[in-house]
């Protein structure tokens, strides 16, 4: 499935300036960036949010989440990827029972996947550091 830029996703038409008109869920869900087509089915859509929580986001914008996930919540599909365990979407969401209302909203029907172990990034990082070291040394 080809997977589009997420910061796309998250600005109602493809606009990625904050100086943008504000977005809201219906313009999210429908701006060619967010549309994957293939194994959810003819004519359905799978909308990717990547590494939700990673930067702090405005009011603003997470009041546009949480309408996003609202808006999709028994309609249509969501995959989310977050390095926040949901106990601390808290801190992703302006207020706890936002935080709350979106968390029971995604998993009432998900299947969800919990990654664990070291992380792939920091794992090549430190092959390249000791390649490096070797290099210096030899």
Known sequence: LPVRDTAECAAAGGHRSPAAAKPNAGDVENSEACRVRGSVGVGRTLTIIDDIGYVQRTEAETSVLFELI???????????????PFSAWDSIFPDNMMAVAAVDRLVHHADIIELTGESYRKRAQADRNKERKNQKSG
Do not use: P
């Open 70 to 84: 609202a808006h999709r919540y028994e309609t249509g599909s969501l995959l989310i990827t977050s390095n926040h």
